[in-house]
């Protein structure tokens, strides 16, 4: 069995920063790719950042230059940096693994999300 789980949200005034972090858990021998979905009251959920085992990021466009994602293959976990916060990004956040070879193959696993508050 793996998990993500999923810490760092909370509350944080527009302009401020949030980090969260994500910790796969179980028999892990790899993840091709991990990353950070948000979801807001309505909408569907979105891609936020991703990141290949290579370390290679790939952003949101609404998210470019104010978040950053990072991994650590070694312990499998990923953070995202967040700064700049706006309204908008305000959201349940779910880290995301895909392609996970444990003692079977998962095609993607979730976490249960961590809410991100932003006043204005």
């Known amino acids: 069995q793996v998990q993500l789980q999923e810490s760092g949200g909370g509350f944080v005034q527009a302009g401020g920063s949030l980090k969260l972090s994500c910790r796969a858990s179980g028999i892990i021998y790899s993840i091709s790719v991990m990353g950070w979905y948000r979801q807001a009251p309505g909408k569907p959920r979105e891609l936020v950042a991703s990141?290949?085992?290579?370390?290679?990021?790939n952003y949101a466009d609404s998210v470019k230059g104010r978040f950053t994602i990072s991994r650590d293959n070694a312990k499998n976990t990923v953070a995202l940096q967040m700064n700049s916060l706006k309204p908008e990004d305000q959201a349940v956040y779910y880290c995301?693994?895909?392609?996970?070879?444990?003692?079977?193959?998962?095609?993607?696993?979730w976490g249960q999300g961590t809410l991100v508050t932003v006043s204005s």
């Open positions: 995301n693994a895909k392609d996970v070879v444990s003692g079977i193959r998962f095609i993607e696993v």
């Open positions: 990141i290949g085992s290579s370390g290679r990021p």
